[in-house]
């Protein structure tokens, strides 16, 4: 029997709480968080999408964005990228790791959004097996909705922080039932979640450039690219 989902906390974030100000606290997450990768490493980075019908707009404006997530990394020391996203019934995919902005967007292009329910709970299952074989330095995942086990996804979540792998959970808009469970997502796994509006291009950016800093290079990427960005400043500081 499938479980209930749970009501909404109590203390849930107040809706007069803007996208704007919670991506830039967000982006000032970081700081706590020690270096990544070793020293001549290439970072690890698990980049994980809802793809069900719901996305098709951000899965767009994803593809487009991908780039500037190597363009980040490169600055830096660069970044290794892995593909996941689930969609229709019950698949999910994992692409291989690659290093070229051009074999992430001809992946992307090629996957269109169905209709399906959420599979967070794989995702999370996916990212603590690959860095069981090989340290990944942060999964970012992207949705809208949850339609699991809270109480599963927190248990995987605790495993990732185990290894090591923090997850940023990026919410696109508002739903009352995915707002905490992402949370506690990114709680537990000691990452950090932050909320955007539907189709914010701008905003998606910041925080995919913001974290290809981190996978990149760590705290001081990060400390960098903050000060060329007010939201990654805000990032730093809600990883203390």
Not at 32 to 51: E, K, V
Not at 82 to 100: F, I, K, M, P, T
Request: with cysteine.
């Amino acid at each position: 029997m499938s479980k209930e989902r749970p009501p909404p906390p109590a203390d849930k974030t107040p809706a007069a709480v803007s996208p704007r100000s919670e991506i830039e606290s967000f982006l000032t997450q970081v700081k706590s968080l020690g270096p990544r990768s070793a020293p001549g490493q290439r970072g690890r980075l698990i980049f994980a999408l809802d793809a069900t019908m719901s996305r098709q707009p951000t899965w767009n404006t994803a593809r487009r964005l991908q780039g500037e997530m190597f363009k980040e990394a490169a600055n830096i020391g660069g970044l290794d990228i892995q593909l996941v996203y689930y969609r229709g019934l019950g698949e999910c995919r994992a692409s291989g790791w690659v290093s070229q902005p051009e074999k992430l967007a001809g992946l992307m292009e090629a996957i269109d959004c169905r209709g399906g329910h959420t599979q967070i709970e794989k995702i999370l299952g996916h990212a603590r097996r690959e860095t069981e074989a090989m340290k990944v330095q942060a999964l970012v995942f992207v949705g809208d909705a949850m339609e699991e086990s809270v109480d599963d996804l927190c248990k995987a979540a605790g495993e990732l922080a185990l290894l090591g792998v923090p997850v940023f959970m990026f919410q696109e808009g508002d739903d009352p039932v995915a707002e905490p469970a992402f949370r506690e997502i990114a709680r537990l796994s000691r990452g950090a979640y932050c909320r955007f509006a539907p189709g914010a291009a701008q905003e998606l950016a910041e925080l995919l450039r913001a974290v290809a800093a981190y996978a990149a290079g760590g705290l001081n990427a990060l400390s960098d690219a903050s000060r060329r960005s007010g939201a990654t400043q805000k990032l730093l500081q809600q990883l203390r």
